[in-house]
């Protein structure tokens, strides 16, 4: 089983950053592809970033240039830096972690842009 525990949501201004982690923890065999997804009041979720440990790293069109994903194996964590926010960047933000078998979700942190 693994678990993941995502932090560092909250209320930011237009124009603000936050730095969002995703810690994950449990049986984890090896460096797995880990992804952030959001998911705003009405909407569908929708891919944010995603991260392998081959391939690389790609973000959505809707944040790039603004937002990077990163990652430390060594503690199975995964960061997303959000720079330039904007209120529809609102959202309940949520990683996950896909093995060849399995995804597994955290519970999501929420990150409210307003003035």
């Known amino acids: 089983q693994v678990q993941l525990v995502e932090s560092g949501g909250g209320l930011v201004q237009p124009g603000g950053s936050l730095r969002l982690s995703c810690a994950a923890s449990?049986?984890?065999?090896?460096?797995?592809?880990m992804g952030w997804y959001r998911q705003a009041p009405g909407k569908q979720r929708e891919l944010v970033a995603h991260i392998t440990s081959i391939v690389g790293a790609d973000v959505a069109d809707s944040v790039k240039g603004r937002f990077t994903i990163s990652r430390d194996n060594a503690e199975n964590t995964v960061y997303l830096q959000m720079n330039g926010l904007k209120p529809e960047d609102t959202a309940v933000y949520s990683c996950n972690l896909q093995t060849a078998t399995m995804t597994y979700w955290g519970k999501g942190t929420l990150v409210t842009v307003s003035s």
């Open positions: 449990g049986r984890i065999s090896g460096i797995y592809p």
